[in-house]
């Protein structure tokens, strides 16, 4: 399975901003997408999670309340709907998948990352 994340873009602070997650090939009702940033010089961050089978998603702290993540079995993607945008929110947002729960926020965890979408919120 390749991942393909798009819908970055510029916007101001308390913008929103869709981004999607493409899946090529079949994705088992065990898998688990996540989305990801990562900011200059900084680790790569959880952003959240989504269990493809049952829907169950997980949230970092810095976007609980703010993003939504969601996913579209007909399209073969994962959205993540981003709301009141801060310039904090700005990186490279990527995606991964996993088997298993959908509770894990390591990095390494994940597999088969494909290119990531950039997003910048300026204030």
């Known amino acids: 399975v390749q991942l393909q994340a798009s819908g970055g873009g510029s916007v101001q602070a308390g913008d929103s901003l869709r981004l999607s997650c493409a899946a090529s090939?079949?994705?088992?009702?065990?898998?688990?997408i996540g989305w990801f940033r990562q900011a200059p010089g900084k680790e790569r961050e959880f952003v959240a999670s989504?269990?493809?089978?049952?829907?169950?998603?997980f949230y970092g702290d810095s976007v609980k309340g703010r993003f939504t993540i969601s996913r579209d079995t007909a399209e073969n993607t994962v959205v993540l709907q981003m709301t009141g945008l801060k310039p904090d929110d700005t990186a490279i947002y990527l995606c991964?998948?996993?088997?298993?729960?959908?509770?894990?926020?390591?990095?390494?965890?994940?597999?088969?990352w494909g290119q990531g979408t950039l997003v910048t919120v300026s204030s």
């Open positions: 090939g079949r994705i088992f009702s065990s898998t688990s």
């Open positions: 989504i269990s493809w089978g049952d829907r169950r998603t």
């Open positions: 991964g998948l996993r088997v298993g729960s959908p509770r894990i926020s390591e990095p390494a965890d994940y597999r088969n």
